[in-house]
């Protein structure tokens, strides 16, 4: 049975043959028998969709930008898949979209070659920054680095050159090959300078950790002079300062063994300690007594009998002997305070009985009187003439000269 109009683009024979409907007329596609022409007509429409599934993505790779080389040959491909096929639906459409990608390779050779272009020059700017960086850190002076931040900075150079390598566009071979000679020979010259340095580093090290070998044992010959050999430990203490570094690993090795040896020393000298505090603490007492009747003296004014009696105290707190280094200050203290006040006795004293000072003092006390027996007989003549402002100017005057006279009897 023959149906002219199963569907827009195609029908079924009565023999099971099926025909695509397109602008030259129809074409046999292919039977399938032992079906319905519903069956047979669906089988070859899905062959369809799977040359329009073909196309689409075709279509989606060209907007995601893909290789236009890759999109020539799909769309070669494609062309000739859809001269003939075996399929039932809108064939020419499906042409029609393959053509027009065709139109759209050269564009997209031409755009992806100015892309290839500057990802190129960016490949290369970024090498070429990268020996650059390389090139700076091997121009450094080697005396003046800090080598582990040195060779870290490298290593991390070295490891965004090879991600670049593996990951960025290829550079051409003779570009690619002068920048890998220059980045090889500053990567040469840091180790090169690295390796120096810690020889010299060595060497340094050894040296002084052989000094500060000889150090640790002559620390160690001190022990049998107890508190007597601290001052020599001291000395070679200084000594161990100026030895400079022998790396952590010995440096704390050796310290170890050398503040052994000091601490027999300071542990001698702490036994000396801790027996004479014990005679110092009787001598704290006997000498806080003492304070005590020291310090009654700061009530004397008679300087001769005040020291007199210091003087004995004086001898007595000699005698006494030392006391605890930590009470030291504060007994001291108590007594340089008497001591002062007598002091000041004494130089009271001796400001008054000065010769000269007392000769000057006469003069003016004489000076003074004869102006206040003058001030005294201008003050009655102001008063005999009741003139007051006369009398209040003598009255001012013979009241401050009376004051001075009183200050100078002082």
Known sequence: MSTDDQAPWGRVDDDGTVYVREAEGERAVGQYPDATPAEALAYYERKYTEL???????????????????????????RELLTEPSAVGDLQTLRDRVAALDTTVAELTEQ?????????????AYRTGLVVEAETLAAQDPARVQWKQVTATIDDIFGRWQKHQQDGPRIPKGEGNELWKRFRAARSTID?????????????????????????EAAEALAGK??????????????????GRAGKKYDDALWAKFKTAGDVLYAAKSEVVARDNVEYETNLTQKLELLDE??????????????????????????????????LRSVEDRLRKVESHVRQLDEEHWQKS?????????????????????????????????????????????????????ALGA
Not at 112 to 124: C, F, G, N
Not at 226 to 243: E, S
Not at 295 to 320: F, G, H, P, Y
Not at 372 to 397: M, P, Q, T, Y
């Open 52 to 78: 329009n599934g073909q196309v689409t993505l075709l279509e989606q790779r060209v907007k995601r930008g893909a290789s236009a080389a890759d999109v020539s040959k799909t769309v070669r491909h494609l």
């Open 294 to 327: 020291a310090e009654k003296l700061l009530t004397v004014t008679d300087r001769v009998a005040a020291r007199e009696t210091l003087t004995a105290l004086q001898l007595r707190w000699d005698e006494i002997g030392r006391v605890p280094r930590e009470q």
């Open 112 to 124: 992806q070659s100015a892309e290839a272009k500057e990802a190129l020059a960016e490949a290369v």
């Open 226 to 243: 107890g508190v007597d050999g601290i001052p020599a430990y001291r000395d070679l203490l200084d000594d161990w300062k100026r030895a």
């Open 354 to 406: 000065n010769p000269e000072r007392k000769a000057r003092s006469e003069g003016l006390a004489s000076q003074l009187q004869d102006a206040i027996a003058k001030l005294e007989s201008e003050l009655a003549a102001a008063e005999a003439s009741g003139d007051a402002r006369r009398i209040h100017e003598a009255r001012e005057a013979l009241d401050a000269r009376r004051v001075w006279l009183d």
């Open 192 to 216: 090169s300078h690295r390796k120096a340095f810690y020889a010299d580093l060595d060497a340094t090290h050894r040296e002084a950790r052989q000094r500060k070998q000889s150090l640790v």
